[in-house]
Every structure is written in structure tokens, then in C-alpha cells.
């Protein structure tokens, strides 16, 4: 079983706000990597690190950590942002990773 | 630019041996972990461990240690994740990624095994 716990789905109406969250006791010491993955494609890195986007990532992607969980929040969400979203960090043990269970984000 | 190029989909019989490629580009192959993830159809993304092709180091999930061989020809660039015997269970889509840091910072395009008798 993950140690990242995700909500499994969430939606959002065009142009608002949706925080999607992920749970792990082992980010109390590791930040949450982001991924995106679109149907029939291969995943991208949306956010790294405390709070730090690639190049061609648009900023209305930020994240955040609060004691066990981490969150993405879109900020403004469009069409293109309709996705599943991962979150991954190391396991309990320090010398793996583990993804998170995904949520999926419906924009409406 | 980085790039990952996965090799193409795989068809197998259950029992049969199967090796898939993951070759790449633009940047310092020795630097940096190759690592593997799998999605079975339908599901979410699952870490399978990683390889570093300066010394061929590797981290295996605990659970799939002895299942898969993950293995780096330096000289093309190439890493390769293998299996000596086949099951249903092993249908999925399999993705390589290089590590920066602690993210994945670039895929491969995915590399879907299907295996059936």
C-alpha cells in the first residue's frame, strides 16, 4: 500500500481555485515532488522541491507543505489542467520513493 | 535538450524473457539515477527502483527485488529493465525517468508489455 495518500478525484470549476493534497507522515522531512499525466501520456514534472516549477510550467501551479501533507494548488484552473496529478517523496526508509494513490482533477 | 527513448510495445507469451530499452540524450549519462516506474492498466504510477550507470548501482522496491533486473550499457547511453520470466501480472506500461535531485525531471514516452498465452 502507498505511504502518499491522495483524494481520488476532485473538480473544478474554469477559472477558479483547487488544492489537491497529499498525505505521508515521511513528508515531515521530504518535500513532495508533482506530477501531471494526461490521458495516453507519459507523466511531467509540474513542481519540485519547496515550491519550484520547470521551465514551461505556468505559475498558476504552487505548492506548499503543512506538517504530513503537501499540497498543489492551480490557481485559476483551465481546460488543459484537466489531469491526473501524482505526488511522490521517499519512503520510510530514506532510500526509496513512493508515489502517491493520484487524484484526479475534472475541470467543469 | 534531454531526451528518454523508450523502445517500442512488446508482445510475450507468459514464461518468456523480455528486455526493454531506455536510451538517452543531451546530457551526462553518468550523472545522473535512471529510474523505473510501471502503471498497470488503469492505475496510478508505482516506483520500481533505479539504476546509477556510473557504477550500475541499483535500489529496488523491496517488493519487486528478484522479479526485474534493471541494467546500463554506458557506452550507448542506454538503460535497459529486464525479465527472465514473464507473468500476466507484469501488463502494464513501463516508463524510464531521470533523477535530479529527488524529482523526475524527464520521461520516456513509455513502453507498454503485454503479455498473454
Known amino acids: 500500500s502507498s505511504e502518499l495518500t491522495q483524494d481520488p478525484a476532485v473538480s473544478v470549476a474554469l477559472g477558479q481555485t483547487v488544492r489537491i493534497t497529499c498525505q505521508g507522515d515521511t513528508l515531515r522531512n521530504y518535500f513532495a515532488t508533482w506530477y501531471q499525466q494526461k490521458p495516453g501520456q507519459a507523466p511531467i514534472l509540474v513542481i519540485y522541491?519547496?515550491?519550484n516549477r520547470p521551465s514551461g510550467i505556468p505559475d498558476r501551479f504552487s505548492a506548499s507543505t503543512s506538517g504530513n501533507t503537501a499540497s498543489l494548488t492551480i490557481t485559476g484552473a483551465q481546460a488543459e489542467d484537466e489531469a491526473d496529478y501524482y505526488c511522490?517523496?521517499?519512503?520510510?526508509?530514506?532510500?526509496?520513493?513512493?508515489f502517491g494513490t493520484g487524484t484526479r482533477v475534472t475541470v467543469l | 535538450e534531454v531526451h528518454l527513448v523508450q523502445s517500442g510495445e512488446e508482445v510475450k507469451k507468459p514464461g518468456e524473457s523480455l528486455k526493454i530499452s531506455c536510451k538517452t540524450s543531451g546530457y551526462i549519462f553518468t550523472s545522473y539515477w535512471i529510474a523505473w516506474v510501471r502503471q498497470m492498466p488503469g492505475k496510478g504510477l508505482e516506483w520500481m527502483g533505479m539504476i546509477f550507470p556510473a557504477d550500475s548501482e541499483t535500489k529496488y522496491r523491496p517488493s519487486l527485488q528478484g522479479q526485474v533486473t534493471m541494467s546500463v550499457d554506458e557506452t550507448i547511453r542506454t538503460a535497459y529493465l529486464q525479465w527472465d520470466n514473464l507473468k500476466a501480472s507484469d501488463i502494464a506500461m513501463y516508463y524510464c525517468a531521470r533523477l535530479v535531485g529527488n524529482s523526475l525531471d524527464t520521461w520516456g514516452q513509455g513502453t507498454m508489455v503485454n503479455v498473454s498465452s
Open positions: 522541491g519547496q515550491n
Open positions: 511522490d517523496s521517499r519512503d520510510s526508509s530514506g532510500n526509496h520513493y513512493v
